[in-house]
């Protein structure tokens, strides 16, 4: 059990919404924390309680403490009925908790649970943190069912409120005299109570009924916080208090004022000279050990070398130091026994700082001491100081929190280092076969032949269409490929004849280079070329040999890169970057992006090393073309990032992706990188200026359920630079112009997105260290598309969802006009008699309605981005099949019987989709069936109903047809029919499109 408990004293409350006809509540409050849960006793018929009723939780984790949270939620008791009524709640971060000593009583507001709560008044609570041994927490409290047999407990009930419960209990039916009680317990309060009262308390329990008890749950159960934490850590110098950083006298180190700063020794080993031979042979394969206590960063050995070179960095945590004495040891490499060269000790007391914009750090040249002391000819170049992940080292060290073996080689040490990556420009290519000329099959030279052209450009290969026998072919197809700069293949085009059934023979190749293509940037015709084709590959990019073909096969070909479209390489719905592909297209930046990744907590373990699992986890983040890795911390379940990166921002409409990974290459270099968790954050959901620390929790849908794999902590911030290109930017289309100029269709956009992902995974996977394949995919959420039950499900309850209010609406009318209210009705008669008497306020009421509501919801606006929602993703109710249905490789590999079930439940759904489609478009049908004569009688009976309406309106007032109109919509139900009106007889009988359907 934990040392550290929260204390919550419930003090009082005044100023309940009462909830019943006779202007009363019974008040309690349940106290939710770290999965436990208190109730208080109830108050009957009390608007204005005093509780001073004391509990004491239990803290599972207290590194956890900040981001936890403290909620009491007030409710009324209702007797006879389950129903609890809402009269509010307060939420207290853990970033507040303070010493018992220093905590005061405070009336907190009660916060509503939505725009309709009629939620009022304050709650006075007493929170704090306490070590005092003699205090357990608190066990499971007996609440009783009926307010009005309350039973108090005889440790947390002081002796005022046992009196104030017994006058209440005594004058229950009397009219009640409102007491004012003192916020601020005094000392006798928080004593056990004395033996008469002791006595007069247990008076009352013989003399009260005795209720059934119910026991609250108090365990700390399994974890299902998956909600955003706001937290105020101490970030470039100050703390985080209203979304600003609010420092003290000190100024801030660096630029990295989104981040922790985290103070580093960082020691530069150059080079050496003159170092004696140790081997038999006369040569020496020397390497350096940079050692401080229990940590230790060793350089590559190079073979056979006197006067090596190894320019490494290494870099070590100053609250991880635990010696004072730092040893540069150079030693030679061998089989059995590494052989000792010499050392250079350092005193870090006397290690001087070092501070951005500082130039660096001058290394210099330091005598090597052998085991006796003495001080020969060798020596190695060093440079050793102390700073910040400012520092311009912090990117190409080496960190003590990352070295697990003796043996830090260069490829290990590139793949724990932090990064970044720019994904290369992408293009649009869009080839157009025309025809060809003079295509003869040199096999057999009478036959006609039945050609196509195939055209590749690197591994992305279409074909056009068979063309009809003959020696001159015309196509007239077109085709868009993804090519990506510097331009490293070609398009390669080949002219085939379709001999047989399975059997194509070539007549011609013509390989085009693809920077010799014309480029546009907008929708302007581009011209076209004849190529003569040649019989292979190399032949056909001899363009000199080309020149001296008088006669043979050509094929006319139109080409172009498209500069103006933007080229889709993640989801449409998370887009990060939406500028055109032509530089000279792109907008001026409108804002700063800055990203603080500071930490992460209680990571679940991936691996097993030492017989305990751990993590090698890493943070990768995108925005744009621009893609950041953070360095990989080495066993650790709650590792220490603290990097700061920067992006520009070109519009607010885009996303920025965050990602945790588990390094799978560090110790075998032949594993797949494992996702722990994602967080999406979209722009124009942040407030310019405001930072933004939040506790992110990492969800992951596993075949087995809903997975939160630790929380990740971030500080985000956008600055906007030109609030009027801004808010500008909401007047522009979303896409380049090309996207509605001359647009692409869903398939092909889909098709072009792939081959997009594959030549950034290709062009990513040849850095170092690599971003691998399954770190893209999931960062550009390149399997979405893929069908899933959970989805459809989610993606149908947010179309009713949205719809809901429609519905709502409709029926609150259907009510209105059903005279179930008549006061309700009569005032909307009346306010329907001003709107069509004045009907030029009709659009002013509309505009100012919706203006107070936007102020209204002002109160409850988001005070963070929005994270995954697993109700809303239907996540946390997904059942086993469905589950193993999402996470099945396509194309499946199940048995039959399997699929059979699954393709039988995919008709099932299918066929609803279907229906409610087909009903919809039905309705549409009709309408447009009124003026389109399919049913002659119908559409002579409605225009002839438009004439006689026409001349009826021409010499009635319209205000008077207005108003009749909405008096006869709303009569009263005595006036109405059962059967359904002409009206609505005549449109269902119109004819749809339906008889068409097979």
Not at 899 to 915: C, F, N, S
Request: with cysteine.
């Amino acid at each position: 059990m934990s040392k550290i408990k929260l204390g919550v004293e419930v003090i009082s409350a005044h100023g309940l919404f009462n909830t019943d006809k006779q202007n009363s509540c019974s008040p309690f409050v349940e106290l939710k924390f770290d999965n436990q849960i208190f109730r208080t006793t109830t108050k009957p018929n009390d608007p204005n309680p005093v509780w001073h009723e004391s509990f004491y939780f239990t803290v599972s984790d207290p590194s956890f403490l900040s981001t936890l949270t403290l909620e009491a939620h007030v409710y009324s008791y209702q007797d006879g009925t389950d129903a609890k009524p809402f009269l509010g709640k307060v939420r207290v971060n853990g970033t507040s908790f303070v010493p018992h000593s220093e905590a005061a009583p405070f009336n907190y507001p009660l916060e509503k649970r939505s725009v309709f709560s009629r939620a009022r008044g304050e709650l006075g609570l007493r929170v704090f943190i306490t070590e005092d041994p003699s205090i357990t927490p608190s066990l499971p409290t007996p609440v009783p069912e009926s307010p009005r047999s309350y039973i108090p407990s005889p440790r947390q009930e002081p002796v005022k409120s046992i009196i104030t419960a017994a006058a209440n209990m005594v004058a229950a039916d009397k009219p009640k005299a409102r007491t004012l009680y003192n916020v601020t317990p005094s000392v006798n309060q928080q004593q056990q109570p004395t033996t008469a009262m002791s006595y007069g308390m247990q008076e009352m329990r013989a003399a009260a009924p005795m209720p059934p008890r119910v026991v609250q749950y108090n365990g700390p159960g399994p974890s299902s916080d998956f909600t955003v934490k706001e937290t105020s850590p101490f970030l470039g110098g100050g703390r985080i208090i209203g979304g600003r950083i609010v420092r003290g006298t000190q100024r801030p180190v660096g630029t990295y004022d989104l981040v922790e700063e985290m103070r580093f020794l960082f020691v530069r080993v150059v080079k050496a000279r003159d170092l004696p031979d140790r081997d038999l042979t006369g040569s020496l394969d020397p390497y350096v050990e940079v050692k401080i206590g229990n940590f230790k960063g060793v350089t590559r050995h190079l073979d056979k070398n006197s006067d090596p070179e190894w320019n490494q960095v290494f870099a070590f945590a100053k609250e991880n130091l635990q010696s004072n004495v730092l040893e540069i040891v150079v030693k030679d490499k061998d089989l059995v026994l590494d052989d000792y060269v010499g050392t250079v000790r350092f005193d870090l007391n006397e290690v001087q700082s070092r501070v951005p914009p500082d130039s660096p750090l001058a290394p210099e040249w330091y005598r090597l001491e052998n085991k006796r002391g003495e001080k020969k000819r060798a020596e190695i170049m060093l440079a050793v100081w102390e700073g910040t992940q400012a520092d311009e080292a912090f990117g190409d060290a080496v960190f003590s929190d990352s070295l697990t073996s003796s043996d830090s080689s260069d490829i290990i040490s590139a793949n724990l280092r932090s990064k970044v990556y720019h994904s290369p420009r992408l293009w649009y290519l869009r080839v157009k076969i025309i025809e060809a000329q003079d295509v003869i099959i040199v096999s057999d030279k009478s036959r006609l032949p039945e050609a196509f052209v195939r055209i590749q450009v690197g591994n992305q290969m279409l074909k056009t269409k068979v063309a009809q026998r003959s020696f001159h072919p015309r196509w007239d197809n077109e085709f868009m490929f993804v090519v990506a700069e510097p331009f490293e293949e070609h398009l390669v085009l080949s002219v085939e004849d379709h001999s047989a059934a399975n059997r194509d023979e070539p007549v011609g190749k013509a390989v085009i280079p693809l920077s010799a293509i014309e480029r546009r940037n907008d929708d302007r015709a581009f011209r076209s070329r004849w190529f003569h084709l040649e019989d292979s590959i190399s032949d056909a990019m001899d363009e000199d040999k080309a020149k001296r073909v008088k006669f043979a096969t050509r094929l006319h070909v139109a080409a172009v890169l498209e500069g103006g479209y933007h080229v889709f390489d993640e989801s449409t719905y998370y887009s990060s970057d939406l500028r055109p592909t032509a530089r000279q297209l792109w907008k001026q930046a409108i804002g700063v992006l800055e990203l603080g990744i500071l930490n992460a907590n209680g990571l679940h373990p991936v691996k097993n090393r030492d017989g305990k699992g751990t993590s090698d986890t890493y943070v990768v983040a995108k925005y744009g073309h621009k893609w950041v890795r953070s360095r990989t911390v080495i066993n650790s379940l709650n590792p220490k990032y603290n990097e700061q990166y920067t992006w520009e921002v070109l519009d607010p409409a885009t996303v920025l992706t965050i990602c945790v990974f588990d390094n799978g290459h560090f110790s075998s270099g032949n594993g797949r990188d494992q996702t722990i968790g994602k967080v999406r954050i979209r722009l124009s959901t942040l407030q310019t200026g405001r930072v933004y620390t939040n506790a992110y929790p990492l969800l992951v849908l596993t075949p087995s359920g809903l997975k939160k794999r630790g929380e990740l902590h971030l500080a985000v911030r956008f600055t906007c630079t030109s609030v009027s290109n801004t808010l500008m930017k909401y007047t522009k289309p979303l896409l380049p112009k090309m996207h509605y100029t001359q647009p692409l269709s869903v398939n092909l956009q889909e098709m072009l997105r792939v081959q997009a992902l594959n030549i950034i995974v290709a062009r990513l996977g040849r850095s170092e260290p690599p971003l691998r394949r399954e770190v893209v995919e999931y960062m550009t959420d390149a399997k979405t598309h893929l069908f899933s039950m959970r989805r459809s499900k989610a993606n149908f309850f947010r179309f009713t969802a949205v719809f809901s209010g429609v519905m709502s609406v409709w029926k609150w009318m259907g009510e209105v006009c059903s005279w179930r209210t008549p006061v309700t009705t009569g005032l909307v008669h009346v306010l329907y008699t001003m709107l069509v008497m004045f009907p030029e306020m009709i659009l002013p009421t509309v505009f100012l309605y919706m203006a107070v509501i936007g102020l209204w919801n002002y109160r409850i606006r988001p005070r963070f981005p929005p994270h995954m929602d697993t109700k809303l993703s239907y996540a946390e109710s997904v059942n086993a099949d469905e589950l193993d249905e999402e996470f099945d490789i396509f194309p499946t590999m199940k048995a039959p019987d399997i699929v059979k079930m699954r393709y039988d439940r995919l008709r099932i759904v299918a066929g609803k989709i279907q229906t409610v489609v087909g009903d919809i478009a039905a309705q549409g049908e009709r309408v447009q069936a009124l003026l389109s004569w399919r049913d002659p009688r119908a559409t002579a009976i409605f225009v002839t109903f438009c004439f006689i309406v026409a001349m009826v309106l021409y010499i009635t007032p319209f205000k008077l047809f207005a108003l009749l109109s909405g008096y006869y919509f709303m009569r009263h139900p005595k006036l109405r029919h059962r059967i359904p009106s002409a009206p609505l007889n005549f449109f269902r009988r119109l004819p749809a499109m339906t008889d068409s359907m097979l």
